[in-house]
């Protein structure tokens, strides 16, 4: 159980679970946190491991991270398609290469 | 500047040649001013035609020849010449005399690049082609290297192909260089008959003008290009095939120099070699000045690093026609001495120039356009004068009508 | 008349984006990598550029195009390129296992303070690797798809054993004959117990020396001690031998980094000038040898390592600048990664692992190992990495067993958490060994592990150093390529 949480949410219509858990972990060495959905929110108890930053400053990593891993989601969406072309052309060509 | 065209001075053919492409051959010993023209079908010795010089007349009355004219002087026994059907004009094909010789195979082409220095024209001229077929026949075995160029040699498919096997057939050591804008060996089957008949001495060089293709579409004036000409090097670099990369610097690809290195060395590393061209002020160059003119001096730097990481990724790499006081010293040893003769009005500033004998010297078309940083050098790679600025020497390039730079003897391939 | 092209070509054209990451960069920009690791540093404004898809401004989109972030929509062009690259820097992926570590013999003179493998009692033959053994594991050595075979020859003091080696020198030799793999044969020594007769041999057969030089006398004598004090005299009148005899590059030399060094990183280097070696390994702290440390301690070390290698590096670069001709390899195996297609080349630092793949270890007592540093966690008890032994395995027994499939795929970078969405995954590496030693599991906690912390300290360091300084440019260009 936290001791003292603070409270951080995010929209689920906006931002996916994921991206949420993947910011928490990348500061996991910041913060504790425990993830619950309530209704249209994603709710984030955090606690500050770190206490020389202040809860403002760790607030906003946090809604900057997940931002960032909510493109990241994006970007894979789209460019997954060209993605799976270009290594299928790529490792296609590295088999023929040992057959020579 | 050598003329490799002029008018007969006098000539006694009546009739119209069907073969136009001749050899010259000694007439006998003694003589260097008389010659047989021997056409590549090697017959008719009896009534062969004849060319002199210096004013010559053949004695024999019945002889058909034609003399050449004193700038057609230099002639030698196994230059290659055309004659025009009625035999007043005289064209000279090959000098056996040159460093290389280049066969203008069309002027066809379909870039345009902004600084074209054969402007590109649309009539037919499928004759370029026949006569590059009869010049190659007459051609000696010894000839170490020779050129094609354009307008786009690939213009012709099938039958340029076919003069590429010609050439192995005939010239089987000899060095060929082929200037190609490289867009026709996207099509990979055209690529793969190419590299059936090319051989080990055979080379394409073909100009990238852009890390993509926005940049690289403009300078050439064509939508595509970019994507047309990669292909088609990777294309012939999947064939085994020996390419160079030319890039040609002005205002527009000069300041992209070290990204297109870049683009080069991640993406076409397999590539033999890369060629690194000051402008030529002819042609389109001219009409487009504002577009392409820059002074050397403002890509010094560019230039520079753009040589090093090439030569690091171990392309082997050349710089032309710049002269040494505008490179970077870094890179001197990179800077091929690709003019053979020069002479101008610089003589009080290039004359106490301790590297002159290995700098490139100047074009005839330099009168158009050349950097306000000439200056002679030292050995080490320093200015030889301490003035820092001495422009004043130098006639400014926007007061063209007080340009006096002299015409300069250069190879038939400039 | 010219039309300009360039404003227009670009204002009719869609452009969509390729696969991409980015990281933040503490100190403001943001890095963007491609499929391959071709990176640029964006302003933010930049960034938000690319993020929003605001394909605006000329001089952004021909970087980006460049370097196959973004493409024109549908174009195949960018698509062939990124596969033929990406082709390239994985050509060396199935040509498993170049490099064979064979223990000879855990006998030293040494007792160097961070071994954890030696046997002090020199004549104790209990700990020589036996002939039959030796045999074996050549055999499997051979099986090995790699056209190039490196062999090693390690210990405790290996040349104590030197009988040994001989013998499977000219074995190695003779089987050449059939396999004709390019050979190359390395002897690891302290160089402490060098005689004529070895250099003699060595000469003969073309075999390499690596010795063991932490930095000047007082540092490498504290580290490594010996009866008589000298090991740092011994190793340096060694690496003279060698190179009188052999020739000036037919030894090199490694450090181990320990706390003592972490002080003193010019002073290392300068020992290494000054013996006229062209490269050096600043290497990390080694966590073995004594008790590995976690949590707070491990990151304190690590930081102050950083402190260390950042100060080596740039005392490194001003060298160069002037005149003095040494490369880092740490940065330069990064900067391979960076600059070129090719996958770098150093075992510790791949993705798929080195270990096992790159590298196999023939322990004195015939068991395999998947790494060198595999091998030290048996001396401490733990077996995770061993794979079978010279007496029951073949070649792709070891390849196959579970112990080194399980720590190459739980390893494989991309699959795992932060790897696969990190900018620099390209240029980094995946090290189980490390990580099983110091967290546990073959992955480790990325935001803890001084692994994942060095990657994303050094690479953005090198990008800065290639981004603003020219000089630095063109020497990480030629590192990039050595």
């Known amino acids: 159980m936290l001791t003292d949480p603070h409270i951080v949410n995010f929209d689920s219509a906006v931002f996916s679970v994921e991206s949420v858990q993947k910011a928490v972990y990348r500061m996991g060495n910041k913060i504790f946190a425990s993830i619950s959905l309530d209704r249209n929110l994603i709710r984030l108890e955090i606690e500050v491991k770190d206490k020389k930053a202040t809860i403002e400053e760790i607030s906003n990593e946090l809604r900057q991270t997940v931002n960032d891993y909510s493109l990241r989601e994006k970007i894979s969406a789209e460019t997954q398609e060209v993605r799976n072309v270009v290594l299928a052309t790529a490792f296609s060509r590295v088999v023929s290469q040992e057959n020579e | 500047m050598i003329n490799l065209y002029g008018r007969a001075t006098n000539q006694s053919i009546k009739r119209k040649l069907k073969r136009l492409v001749y050899r010259l051959d000694k007439h006998s010993e003694n003589e260097s001013d008389w010659f047989s023209l021997c056409s590549s079908d090697f017959q008719d010795e009896a009534r062969s035609l004849t060319l002199v010089k210096n004013g010559r007349i053949p004695p024999d009355e019945g002889t058909e020849y034609v003399t050449a004219p004193a700038e057609l002087g230099y002639l030698v026994n196994g230059d290659i010449i055309s004659l025009s059907v009625d035999a007043s004009r005289i064209n000279v094909i090959w000098r056996g005399n040159a460093n290389a010789n280049s066969l203008l195979l069309t002027e066809r082409c379909d870039n345009y690049c902004l600084m074209c220095s054969q402007p590109p024209k649309t009539k037919n001229d499928d004759w370029l082609l026949d006569q590059a077929f009869d010049a190659i026949s007459l051609m000696p075995q010894t000839a170490k290297e020779i050129g094609f160029t354009g307008g786009e040699p690939t213009f012709y498919g099938q039958r340029f192909i076919d003069l590429v096997g010609h050439v192995d057939k005939c010239l089987p050591n000899t060095a060929l260089h082929i200037l190609s804008n490289g867009r026709k060996f996207s099509d990979f089957s055209f690529a793969e008959k190419y590299a059936s008949f090319a051989n080990k001495n055979t080379m394409v060089g073909i100009p990238v003008y852009g890390a993509e293709e926005t940049l690289h579409d403009y300078v050439v004036q064509a939508k595509n290009a970019f994507n047309e000409t990669v292909n088609g090097v990777l294309n012939l670099g999947e064939l085994g095939q020996l390419i160079e990369i030319r890039v040609v610097l002005h205002k527009a690809t000069a300041p992209q120099i070290v990204q297109i290195a870049e683009f080069i060395c991640r993406n076409l590393p397999f590539v033999d070699q890369v060629a690194l061209m000051g402008l030529e002020m002819m042609g389109l160059a001219r009409g487009n000045f504002s577009q392409v003119w820059i002074d050397p001096i403002e890509y010094i730097e560019e230039l520079a690093e753009a040589v090093q990481m090439l030569a690091a990724n171990k392309i082997h790499t050349m710089v032309y026609n710049h002269q040494l006081c505008v490179l970077h010293h870094d890179i001197w040893r990179f800077a091929v001495k690709s003019i053979s003769d020069w002479k101008n009005e610089y003589d009080a500033v290039c004359k106490s120039c301790e590297v002159v004998d290995t700098c490139g010297g100047f074009f005839h078309s330099a009168k158009y356009g050349s950097s306000s940083h000439i200056q002679p050098m030292t050995r080490d790679g320093y200015p030889l004068t301490n003035r820092p600025n001495i422009q004043s020497l130098v006639t400014s390039v926007s007061n063209q009508d007080t340009w006096k730079r002299r015409s300069i003897p250069v190879t038939a391939s400039d | ?482």
């Open chain 3, 1 to 482: 008349m010219v039309t300009s092209l360039l404003q227009d070509n670009q204002e009719r054209k869609v452009y969509e984006w390729l696969p991409f990451r980015f990281d933040r960069l503490r100190s403001g920009g943001v890095v963007v990598t491609n499929m391959l690791g071709e990176w640029l540093k964006l302003s933010d404004s930049e960034f938000n550029d690319l993020a929003g898809k605001v394909f605006s401004k000329p001089e952004l989109l021909i970087k980006l195009t460049s370097k196959h972030i973004i493409r024109i929509k549908n174009d195949k062009l960018p698509v062939r390129l990124l596969a033929l690259k990406i082709a390239t820097k994985n050509k060396n992926l199935s040509y498993a296992t170049g490099l064979h570590i064979f223990v000879v013999t855990l006998r030293c003179e040494h007792a160097c303070e961070y071994c954890q493998v030696s046997r002090q009692n020199s004549r104790n033959t209990e700990f020589d690797m036996a002939e039959s053994d030796a045999y074996a594991a050549l055999a499997i050595a051979f099986m090995s798809p790699s056209q190039n075979i490196k062999l090693e020859f390690q210990g405790g003091e290996s040349l104590l054993n030197f009988d040994l080696i001989k013998k499977i020198v000219i074995r190695a030799q003779e089987m050449n004959i059939r396999f004709k793999k390019n050979l190359a044969f390395v002897i690891a020594t302290n160089l402490a117990v060098i005689d004529d007769e070895i250099l003699s041999f060595a000469k003969t057969h073309n075999i390499f020396f690596s010795t063991s030089l932490d930095g000047p006398s007082s540092l490498h004598n504290a580290n490594r001690s010996r009866p008589g004090k000298n090991s740092w005299e011994l190793a340096i009148s060694g690496i003279e031998r060698v190179r009188k005899e052999l020739g000036h590059d037919q030894v090199s030399a490694l450090m181990t980094t320990t706390d003592r060094s972490l002080t003193m990183p010019k002073e290392i280097i300068d020992e290494y000038v000054r013996m006229g070696f062209q490269e050096i390994f600043l290497r990390h702290l080694s966590p073995y040898g004594h008790a590995v440390k976690s949590g707070a301690n491990l990151k304190y070390n690590n930081r102050r390592w950083l402190n260390f290698y950042f100060e080596g590096l740039e005392y490194i670069i001003e060298l160069n600048r002037n005149g003095t001709e040494i490369v880092e390899i740490l940065a330069s195996t990064y900067l391979k990664k960076m600059l070129t297609n090719s996958s770098g080349g150093y075992v510790d630092l791949a993705t798929p692992t080195g270990a096992g793949l790159g590298a196999l270890v023939y322990n004195y007592d015939g068991d395999i190992y998947a790494s060198d540093e595999g091998r030290m966690l048996k001396e401490m008890g733990d077996e995770t990495f061993k794979l079978g032994s010279v007496r029951t395995h073949t070649f792709s027994d070891v390849l196959l067993s579970d112990s080194l499939l399980n720590a190459v795929e739980e390893s494989f970078a991309p699959s795992n958490p932060m790897c696969s969405d990190c900018a620099f995954e390209s240029h980094c590496g995946s090290d189980p060994v490390i990580h099983h030693a110091t967290q546990g599991d073959f992955v480790g906690f990325k935001p803890s592990s001084t692994f994942c912390e060095r990657t994303t300290e050094i690479v953005p360091f090198l990008m800065e150093k290639y981004e603003t300084d020219r000089f630095c440019r063109d020497l990480f260009t030629r590192w990039s390529v050595r």
